[in-house]
Structure formats: structure tokens, C-alpha cells
């Protein structure tokens, strides 16, 4: 699949540069020869036999949609797999893979809240603090580590 995926982006691309490409050309087409395009002021003996018009030719228009359209589909087809929305299914998978004992971005099983469950916990500040009073209170001497 990568590699469809992968030249559809690339003949997508291609399309897309050449309308690119075809867009400026008729750009300055219509710039060097502003004769090309018929006001309706010109007398009929100077007026040009060419269409009016400044727009963009169709076939320029339709290859820069079909090219869009082109690269909309090969992105598409090289995404990966969405993601489960519901939480019993993502956790139904997480505790699978686990059972598994396949390895994840997240630790062992993919879970990624492990770093959260096997942090350390709150620091009691209250004992810390009555650790320190007794610590100052015998002198404060250095510990040797």
C-alpha cells in the first residue's frame, strides 16, 4: 500500500506542478499580447478573432482539480490505522498487548500512563520538616554521604 500511496502523492504532484506551470504561461500569454483579449471599446477591424476572455482555460482548471483530487487520495491510502475512540476499546487493546507482553511506546504493553502509575508518590512535607527541626536541633552537622 505505501508504495500506491506513495506515487499517487508523486503523479499528483507532477499534475499539479504542470498546471502550475501551464497557469503562468497563459499568464503572460495575456500579458505580453494585450491584444489577445477583446475590450469592448476596440473597433471591430482591431479586435482579435481569439475568444474573451482572461479566465483560465477549462483543461487547466480541470487538471489542477483532478491533481488536488489525485493527492487527497494517495495521502489518504498512505495514512495509518485511526486510532480506537472508545475507551474500552483502546484499553481492551492496551491490556491485550500487555497480556501479550509486547513491548509499546509506552513501557510494557503500550500503556501510556505507566509513567504515571510507577512515579513516586507525594513528598510528606510535614515529617521532612520535623527531619530537619531534629537535624538543626543536634547541631546541624554535614552527613557524610
Known amino acids: 500500500m505505501p508504495l500506491l500511496s506513495k506515487s499517487l502523492i508523486t503523479l499528483g504532484v507532477l499534475l499539479l506542478a504542470h498546471a ?3 497557469a503562468h504561461e497563459h ?3 495575456l500579458a505580453l499580447h494585450p491584444s489577445i483579449t ?3 471599446t476596440s473597433s471591430p477591424s482591431t479586435r482579435s478573432p481569439l475568444p474573451t476572455t482572461t479566465h483560465l482555460p477549462l ?3 480541470l487538471e489542477t482539480i483532478v491533481s488536488v483530487l489525485v493527492i487527497c487520495v494517495g495521502l489518504v491510502l498512505g495514512a495509518e490505522e485511526l486510532k480506537p475512540i472508545s475507551w474500552r476499546v483502546w484499553a481492551g487493546r492496551i ?3 500487555k497480556e501479550v507482553g509486547r513491548e509499546g ?3 510494557v504493553g503500550g500503556n501510556p500512563f505507566q509513567g504515571l502509575e510507577e512515579r ?3 513528598m510528606d512535607i510535614r515529617a521532612k520538616r ?3 527541626a531534629e537535624w538543626v536541633r543536634e547541631g546541624g552537622a554535614p552527613v557524610k554521604s
Do not use: A, H, M, Q
Open 105 to 107: 511506546k509506552g513501557g
Open 38 to 40: 477583446n475590450s469592448p
Open 20 to 22: 502550475c506551470y501551464s
Open 130 to 132: 520535623k527531619e530537619f
Open 120 to 122: 513516586v508518590g507525594f
Open 95 to 97: 491490556e491485550r498487548e
Open 59 to 61: 483543461d487547466i482548471t
Open 27 to 29: 499568464s503572460s500569454l
